[in-house]
């Protein structure tokens, strides 16, 4: 299977706190992504890094990745009560026309 | 700007009952579709993609078939539903080769 798995499956911190997620995967890709869903909710678009990048930023996000280990880190730093919620990695898959999915890293900052 | 809808929102169906759950997009033109379904507490699996009328292609065998009898409605259906296929089912749309998508809000479907 291509799904990523993100580690770890639950983070809990205090407001103001960093929190750090990885994610690893499988085969080869043109570009990983992130994205974050609410409880019940669908998913959002948070950041989109390519397979020649090795670091991208947007606003209080920082992702890494490193292909030769397949695997990536999101970082929100000073986070808030507000950034509650399951954040999924995203890969496609070279030459895929789909993405697939990690199981997420459930989130919570605590007020 | 593009919207994405999906209805209904939530739904209680009898096992062995038909489904139909509709999603449309706005906004855009010959958008890629997606169907995925989420277990509880699980990632994403996806069902179907679609990335024009009439064009479906399937990634899991399963009890439910896709349509795309519009440029921007996508519709997931089954003709008798099975315990296993509650879950929550999120409607997607991407646009040419961009690797963003575009998720709608979903629909719970629990299955009685």
């Known amino acids: 299977s291509q799904q990523g798995e993100e580690d770890p499956q639950a983070l809990s911190i205090q407001e103001g706190e960093n929190a750090t997620m990885n994610c690893s995967y499988k085969?080869?890709?043109?570009?990983l992504q992130w994205y974050r869903q609410n409880s019940g909710r669908g998913l959002v678009h948070l950041i989109l890094i390519r397979s020649n990048e090795r670091e991208k930023h947007s606003g209080r996000l920082r992702v890494t990745l490193d292909t030769s280990k397949k695997s990536s880190s999101l970082l929100i730093t000073a986070s808030r009560a507000a950034d509650t919620a399951s954040y999924f990695c995203a890969t496609d898959g070279a030459g895929a026309n789909n993405l697939f999915f990690g199981t997420g890293t459930r989130l919570t900052v605590i007020p | 700007s593009q919207t994405i809808h999906q209805w209904p929102a939530t739904l209680v169906q009898p096992v062995g009952s038909p489904l139909s759950l509709e999603c449309t997009v706005e906004g855009t033109s010959n958008p890629n579709l997606y169907w995925y379904r989420q277990a509880a507490g699980r990632g994403l699996q996806l069902l179907f993609y679609s990335v024009g009328i009439g064009q479906i292609s399937s990634e899991v065998p399963q009890n439910l078939s896709a349509s795309r009898p519009q440029d921007r409605q996508f519709i997931l259906s089954s003709k008798k539903l099975l315990l296993s296929d509650s879950g929550f089912y999120l409607c997607?749309?991407?646009?040419?080769?961009?690797?963003?998508?575009?998720f709608g809000p979903g629909t719970r479907l629990t299955v009685t």
């Open positions: 997607a749309w991407s646009v040419g080769q961009e690797a963003k998508q575009y």
């Open positions: 085969t080869s890709i043109n570009n």
